[in-house]
């Protein structure tokens, strides 16, 4: 019941756009990778919810263990650090968007996920 596979090498097409896009618009080929690897983390970080059952299985992150409170922190602190590095947002704003970006993220996996799976 995830997502097709199609949609999800769309994504990441539509990354590798964004990142030509960033290049192009900066000229700055390290911002244009760390833009790449940001959406490609996201588009990834999206496919693993969408198949969340058999991801979490898969990397024996079953239950609300440290490793999944971890990767949680580490999604958040990691896309904050990019889009200060890459788009020289303040430290506070960096990470108020990555916790509402990226924590909006986490939280609808929580959602999908039926109680006691």
């Known amino acids: 019941m995830g997502l097709e596979f199609s949609t999800v090498q769309r994504m990441f097409g539509a990354s590798l ?8 618009l900066q000229g700055a ?5 760390l833009t790449l690897i940001a959406l ?14 058999e ?4 990397l024996n992150l079953t239950g609300s263990g440290p490793w999944e409170m971890l990767a ?7 896309f904050a650090q990019v889009s200060m590095a890459v788009w020289a947002f303040p430290t ?9 970006f990226i924590g909006s993220f986490w939280v609808t996996g929580y959602m999908m996920q039926p109680n006691g799976a």
Do not use: K
């Open 17 to 24: 756009v964004a990142a030509v896009g960033v290049w192009f």
């Open 29 to 33: 080929m390290m911002d244009a990778v």
């Open 40 to 53: 490609c983390s996201v588009s990834a970080l999206v496919w693993g919810l969408s198949e969340r059952s």
């Open 55 to 58: 991801t979490f299985a898969a």
């Open 72 to 78: 949680v922190v580490a999604s958040i602190v990691v």
């Open 92 to 100: 506070v704003g960096a990470y108020v968007l990555s916790l509402s």
